[in-house]
């Protein structure tokens, strides 16, 4: 009986990709995403190459709101839930490295916008289909973490 499950929680979790950028000296390379309102967001980087492994990271809402701020970090994993509907961005600064550039790991995983409940949908339903994405989630993340682990051994 788990089998089926475990199949749906495989067609869920999608193809979540890493990327690797390379921030020059003085520069600051940004990202952008459009999602709904308590939608859950994941950033997760490490820094692979360049000077002391370190770069300034920010988040910051389509209304302006600094989500998250780091200075100098090597590696970090920052998870929240949009608080409004709209573009946010995610950017990392290597301003500053005076001739350093830096290479960087990472992605941002986006979940589902939450979905309004409707009059007929069985709560049993509702609670597995949650706890299908809860567990094709924390898939996604374990997944990542292995990708980052390969990027520390090489």
């Known amino acids: 009986m788990w089998v089926p499950a475990l199949l749906v929680v495989a067609a869920?979790?999608?193809?979540?990709?890493?990327y690797f950028i390379t921030v020059d000296a003085h520069a600051e390379e940004?990202?952008?995403?459009k999602v709904e309102a308590g939608t859950k967001m994941g950033l997760m980087f490490e820094i692979a190459e360049g000077g002391f492994l370190d770069i300034d990271v920010k988040i910051v809402g389509p209304d302006g709101r600094v989500i998250y701020q780091g200075e100098r970090e090597t590696s970090g994993k920052y998870t929240f839930a949009a608080h409004v509907t709209g573009v946010y961005t995610y950017c990392f600064s290597?301003?500053?490295s005076t001739m350093t550039p830096k290479v960087v790991l990472f992605n941002m995983d986006i979940g589902e916008a939450p979905k309004e409940a409707s009059e007929d949908t069985d709560?049993?339903?509702n609670k597995l289909d949650?706890?299908?994405r809860e567990l094709?989630?924390?898939?996604?993340g374990?997944?990542?973490?292995?990708?980052?682990?390969?990027?520390?051994?090489?």
């Open 12 to 18: 869920l979790s999608g193809a979540a990709e890493a």
């Open 30 to 33: 940004c990202f952008f995403d």
């Open 94 to 96: 290597n301003q500053m």
């Open 123 to 125: 709560a049993h339903h």
């Open 130 to 132: 949650d706890m299908i």
């Open 136 to 140: 094709s989630s924390t898939l996604t």
């Open 142 to 154: 374990v997944k990542h973490e292995q990708e980052y682990m390969q990027v520390c051994i090489v």
